[in-house]
């Protein structure tokens, strides 16, 4: 008998909804029910693609003895942190101040207040390696909330005054100077692995935000150590087992520090972010690597991720059927030996082995090879290596498949938009940028509400239950003004500028100009989430400070430009200490250093061929977070066209930064000269 998640749209809470545990889903109907009959609570939060929420799922929520005295003594809540990333963060806070760390499955233990006052993340069915069973954890829990529970309730009251009083350091209103972002590289530099490319060891994860500061600092200072560091990583993640060398698109981490070994579940925010970086990187150097990434990992998106309503399903899962009814993890992408010769032959095998790396003793498991494109000095004959990549491809294909979390994230999606308009512009490839269009249509059709709100997920055209949070204006945003850049249609400018309204009303600290992650009429929790800092994904903070320059940029909006301004203060802060984790909050200082620069592009038609030479040198301009506005002469279309003629009868592109613009020029070669100075 399904339980009470079946009616969720979340593809994590379904599959538990066959649990014999009586999952809640977050909610106050589930507190309301541990207050009427005086049981703790069990909050379990995971998601789809996470290999040991699986395992847990296995082990002890699928037992019927476990569920069974999960039923009888707590209320189960279940929560997907990707549909709940402002419950996970709040609660996740508490977890790592309490035990130095955190991590997927987290388990925590409530009051029916919701105070927190036991934690873990997975736990075995049996004890091992000095972890309690899970059993045992239960009824110690149990045993605590019968016995002593005035004890507990002081331990949750003292947790949650602990986390009221974490105050985050904004380091004031101020944005950082030259000063901070080159210690902010300094920084950067010290943490750098010179022989492996990324920063910091094992795992190591892609630093996609930290690489788009680097392309950005080198565009505005000349850096060769930037664009070095930048250059380098890229180049050994595209060679590594991190990248699938067969299917394009990139794998959420490396166990290892050399790239080797990934943990094989492929998210769509990584592949978001690095299909832009390799794009940048190609515009910077003109790098055939870089555009052969971009694209593969433009099209591993579209390919594998794209939704019916056209939207970007949130990952694929590390494991899949190995063949043999076992899930396995990395099962649908490592080779051995024996499997190239059946698929290849032996003849051809013997090159791929070569090619790729696939050794007998096997880089991965069980003998297996994750695929790789070692340094060789080896000349490989390019038709018969694509004739091989297309055969394994094929072969590849056959095998069950990972499943796939096929959840709407805004965010994610806002991040995919921006990374496929802008490639398919670079490339020439508008099959790309209709893509981008689709999901922008999505968002704005199932996603916002007649007052331009956000919420945060969708599931087969039908939206979810949950606001939207920060990231997901900031970075919808950021998606909105790259489409708008891209088309020329200013009606995704008009789309940003509802989401920033909301930005500037609801998440920001008039006080301090602080930005919240959750907005001011959001679910109150034990403590309103706050987070500058980049992790897998640019902070709702930085974000929505870059989202709110390239607004301002387009539009002279000085309530847009002072909120970003003052939102940068904690970059200034933290970009010299700990730069590996504000990446793209120090890219989008780089912007604000810049300017960014306004390029408006004036023409009869984006189809007349002057006009679209001066758009497309306008887009590959290096200069950070430059704004491009491209129309009619004296469209309303664009605030930055209005006053900008044709040039003797010929399309003209217009450059300025800081109130002060270059004469207009017909040339693109000028256009380019200008925007690389």
């Known amino acids: 008998m399904p339980n009470r998640l079946a009616h969720e749209t979340s593809p994590y809470l379904l599959q538990h909804a066959d649990n014999p545990v009586d999952w809640w889903p977050w909610s106050e109907e589930a507190f309301e029910e541990a207050r009427r009959s005086g049981r703790p609570v069990l909050l379990s939060v995971g998601y789809s693609s996470c290999h040991w929420c699986h395992v847990m799922a296995h082990e002890s929520f699928e037992d019927e003895a476990t569920a069974d005295f999960l039923n009888t003594h707590f209320v189960s809540v279940k929560v997907d942190r990707e549909e709940r990333p402002d419950v996970d963060a709040v609660y996740m806070e508490a977890v790592q101040a309490a035990t130095g760390q955190g991590g997927w499955p987290m388990t925590v233990f409530l009051t029916p207040d919701a105070e927190p006052f036991?934690?873990?993340t997975y736990f075995p069915p049996a004890p091992r390696h000095g972890m309690p069973s899970f059993r045992q954890v239960l009824e110690g829990v149990r045993g605590a909330w019968t016995d002593r529970r005035d004890e507990v309730a002081e331990v949750a009251g003292k947790i949650v005054q602990d986390l009221a009083g974490r105050e985050i350091s904004y380091g004031g209103t101020e944005a950082p100077g030259e000063q901070e972002l080159a210690q902010a590289l300094l920084g950067l530099t010290r943490e750098y692995d010179p022989q492996r490319g990324g920063f910091g060891g094992a795992p190591k994860f892609p630093p996609s935000m930290v690489i788009e500061f680097l392309l950005r600092h080198h565009a505005r200072t000349g850096a060769e150590g930037a664009l070095q560091m930048a250059r380098d990583t890229c180049e050994r993640m595209a060679r590594g087992g991190i990248y699938d060398q067969l299917g394009g698109g990139f794998a959420r981490y490396s166990v290892d520090r050399d790239w080797v070994i990934p943990h094989f579940e492929k998210m769509l925010y990584d592949n978001a972010l690095l299909c832009r970086v390799y794009a940048h990187l190609w515009r910077a150097t003109g790098s055939d690597l870089a555009r052969r990434v971009a694209l593969e990992t433009a099209d591993f998106m579209v390919r594998e991720l794209r939704t019916e309503q056209g939207g970007f399903a949130s990952a694929l899962d590390a494991d899949s059927d190995d063949g043999t009814g076992r899930h396995v993890e990395g099962a649908y992408y490592v080779w051995t030996p024996e499997q190239l010769r059946e698929a290849l032959g032996d003849d051809d095998a013997e090159l791929a082995a070569r090619y790729f790396g696939v050794t007998e003793e096997g880089t991965f498991e069980e003998g297996a090879s994750v695929l790789q494109l070692p340094q060789r000095d080896e000349?490989?004959?390019?038709?018969?290596?694509?004739?091989?990549?297309?055969?394994?491809?094929?072969?590849?294909?056959?095998?069950?498949?990972?499943?796939?979390?096929?959840?709407?994230?805004?965010?994610?999606?806002?991040?995919?938009?921006?990374?496929l308009a802008e490639t398919g512009a670079y490339f020439d490839r508008p099959d790309l940028v209709d893509a981008a269009l689709c999901a922008a249509d999505l968002l704005v059709r199932v996603h916002l509400d007649e007052q331009a709100r956000l919420t945060r997920t969708s599931k087969d055209g039908r939206a979810g239950g949950n606001a939207g949070v920060l990231e997901d204006y900031g970075d919808v945003a950021e998606g909105f003004l790259a489409l708008a850049s891209v088309t020329g249609e200013g009606v995704w400018l008009d789309f940003a500028g509802f989401l920033l309204d909301h930005v500037l009303a609801r998440f920001v600290d008039e006080e301090s100009g602080a930005l919240f992650d959750t907005a001011a009429d959001a679910e109150r929790l034990i403590r309103r989430p706050q987070d500058p800092t980049d992790n897998a994904v640019p902070s709702g903070w930085s974000a929505a400070a870059g989202a709110l320059l390239g607004y301002a940029a387009h539009t002279g909006s000085e309530p847009h430009r002072r909120a970003a301004e003052r939102a940068l203060g904690v970059v200034k802060a933290l970009g010299p200490r700990v730069p590996r984790f504000i990446?793209?909050?120090?890219?989008?200082?780089?912007a604000l250093l810049d300017g960014p620069r306004e390029i408006a592009v004036v023409g009869p038609a984006l189809s007349d061929e002057a006009t679209r030479a001066l758009h497309r040198t306008a887009l590959l301009g290096t200069t950070p977070g430059a704004v491009v506005a491209a129309g009619a002469a004296e469209s309303d279309e664009f605030p930055l066209l209005a006053g900008r003629p044709l040039q003797q009868g010929a399309p003209a592109a217009y450059v300025c930064r800081n109130f002060t613009c270059d004469a207009p020029t017909t040339d693109p070669e000028r256009l380019r000269e200008t925007l690389s100075s």
């Open 118 to 120: 036991y934690f873990g």
């Open 379 to 419: 000349v490989f004959d390019a038709e018969r290596v694509a004739s091989v990549r297309g055969r394994l491809l094929e072969a590849r294909a056959g095998r069950p498949a990972p499943g796939r979390d096929d959840k709407v994230v805004a965010a994610w999606n806002g991040l995919a938009i921006a990374a």
């Open 583 to 590: 990446g793209w909050g120090l890219a989008v200082a780089e």
